[in-house]
Each structure stands twice: as structure tokens, then as C-alpha cells.
């Protein structure tokens, strides 16, 4: 199926897109003397999204697609934009604090903590959902929880030092 092809197409661009802006960003935020917090997890986060991108290659590709997991996964990717906006040269996919930067709580962070796992969560559970495969959606969703269970607890701990937010 085509369709499927082109939907795994542009999420393999786009999470390597996303690898080139995170490089990026965390050598800028670096250089303005941002800490990372927490590495250890980070390969296994790694490791996980890899798996399951390559799992969905494997398995996906001769799928039908489903349309209103389709839809779900295009709002989910609305709110992925607006974190990344709204984060812009501070989104990372590493725990990254500066000394002095406050809190962001402008964009989708008036509303939840952690838009970007909301997005990753639901990207894990919804995108193999859209290729009508449930069991894979179950098992990398309870992965990516253990994983994010930990990274969570992480990021708020780095977080917690930091100084009040601000809405810009």
C-alpha cells in the first residue's frame, strides 16, 4: 500500500529531522552553559524509538490504513509542532537546564507539563494503530512507559531548580 509507505516515509523524515534540530539545539544550549541531566536513560529511549520505527518498516508496510487513527495521529502532530514551536532553540531530546532560564509556560505548557510526552505517548500507541496492529501499539506503549516513567522523574528533578515560569 502506498499510503502506508508514504505515512512511515515521513515519519522516518521527520524523527531524523527532529535528531538534526535536537543536535543542535543541545550544542547551543550547551554553549550557553546548559547542564545535561540524567544521560544514562537516554540510549534506551534511543533504542526504543529505533525499534519501533524499524518494526513498523517491517511490519506496516502492506497495510491498510485506518482513517480515524489517521486523524488521531495528525492532531497529535499539530501538538507535536506547537511544543517544538513554542520550545524553539530550548527543545531537546536530552535534559538540558541553563542557569537562569526560567520555565516555559506559554504554548500547550499553559495547559499540560509535558506536552511532548503527551505527543510521544500517544504517537507510540496511535501510529501502529493507524497499520491495524494493537498488539504492537500494547507492547511498545508499555516500553515506552517504563522508559518514560524514568525520564519523567528525571526531568522534573532537573526542573525543580529551576526558576519560576514565564508565559513567553
Known amino acids: 500500500m502506498i499510503w502506508s509507505v508514504l505515512l512511515l516515509f515521513a515519519v522516518t523524515c521527520e524523527r531524523l529531522f527532529e535528531l538534526v534540530l535536537a543536535r543542535r539545539n ?37 497495510a491498510p490504513l485506518h482513517p480515524v487513527w489517521l486523524a488521531v495521529f495528525g492532531m497529535l502532530q499539530i501538538l507535536r509542532f506547537w511544543t517544538l514551536a513554542t520550545l524553539g532553540r530550548r527543545w531537546t531530546t536530552r535534559i538540558i537546564t541553563v542557569p537562569g532560564e526560567t520555565l516555559v509556560a506559554a504554548g500547550p505548557y499553559r495547559f499540560i507539563r509535558h506536552p511532548n510526552y503527551v505527543v510521544v505517548i500517544g504517537e507510540i500507541a496511535v501510529l501502529p494503530l493507524c497499520f491495524g496492529l494493537p498488539l504492537y501499539a500494547l507492547l511498545f506503549s508499555l516500553a515506552n512507559a517504563v522508559i518514560l516513567t524514568i525520564r519523567i522523574k528525571a526531568e522534573n528533578a532537573a526542573l525543580a531548580g529551576s526558576p519560576r515560569a514565564r508565559s513567553s
Do not use: M, Q, R
Open 26 to 62: 543541545t550544542a547551543g544550549l550547551l554553549a550557553k552553559g546548559g547542564v545535561e541531566v540524567a544521560a544514562g536513560h537516554y540510549p534506551l529511549i534511543v533504542l526504543l524509538h529505533a525499534a519501533w520505527l524499524a518494526g513498523l518498516w517491517l511490519l506496516a508496510t502492506d
